[in-house]
């Protein structure tokens, strides 16, 4: 049984009288511990498949099973509770709180899930560790790199152990060399604790990180290859 499976998903928008069809049919199978890239232009649907995969969003026809569950028409609370269990987000802007401690934003996700304060820190502790920022827990974002505040932010995804990490445009905010430790840190994730990733972005460098890459065009998908 995949992890993820879509089922002729297809997803409309009503923009006035004007319909607009973001997602058309798009059938995907992603095996536990693959390394996914999802790329295409603007508008290609990328981002709504993004979306649709980390229950953010509902397809307007079709199914999407997760884990074996189908999710496509769950409630509001009910995919609240899926994605703090099953999904970890990485964004390209870190969205970290300014005023809190890396090891408390890291924190965040179990205070919410109702995690007792002694096993929060642990874990939080352990995810700092797990991206190389042992010594960093009491730092603030303004007192950080770029480049750890977006391990500050794959360790807050990391903090739940949620088998699935999707970041989208995780290297959108940094140079070339930091773009490539944290993308180095995501293969040694992805080989080393088996997470499946699952990467949106625009760079082909970037993409060639992963080991299949999806490609989107006009709300369909036009192309799905591994990467030798």
């Excluded at 879509?6 to 409309?12: A, K, L, N, S, V």
């Excluded at 307007?60 to 189908?70: F, Q, S, V």
């Excluded at 992805?190 to 006009?218: C, G, Q, W, Y």
């Amino acid at each position: 049984m995949a992890l993820i499976e879509t089922q002729e998903i297809t997803r409309t928008y009503r923009l006035g009288d004007v319909e607009v069809n973001a997602l058309n049919g798009v059938s995907v199978l992603i095996e536990k511990g693959e390394f996914v890239s999802i790329m295409g232009p603007s508008g290609s649907g990328k981002s709504t498949f993004m979306n649709i995969l980390g229950c953010l969003d509902r397809p307007t026809a079709g199914k999407y099973l997760l884990d074996g569950i189908d999710v496509s028409s769950m409630g509001r609370d009910r995919l609240a509770e899926i994605r703090n269990r099953k999904l970890g987000f990485v964004f390209q802007g870190f969205n970290l709180l300014a005023r809190t401690s890396a090891l408390e934003n890291v924190e965040l996700p179990l205070f919410y899930a109702g995690i007792a304060a002694d096993e929060r820190r642990r874990r939080a502790v352990k995810a700092l560790g797990m991206v190389g920022l042992q010594g960093r827990e009491m730092h603030y974002p303004n007192q950080l790199s770029g480049g750890q505040q977006q391990r500050v932010a794959i360790a807050r995804a990391l903090v739940n152990e949620a088998p699935i990490i999707l970041a989208d445009e995780p290297t959108g905010n940094l140079d070339t060399k930091t773009s490539e430790e944290i993308m180095t840190l995501f293969v040694r994730l992805n080989v080393e604790s088996k997470i499946t990733i699952i990467l949106v972005t625009h760079e082909p460098d970037i993409a060639a990180f992963s080991r299949r890459s999806i490609r989107f065009m006009d709300g369909r998908l036009i192309s799905d290859e591994e990467i030798s």
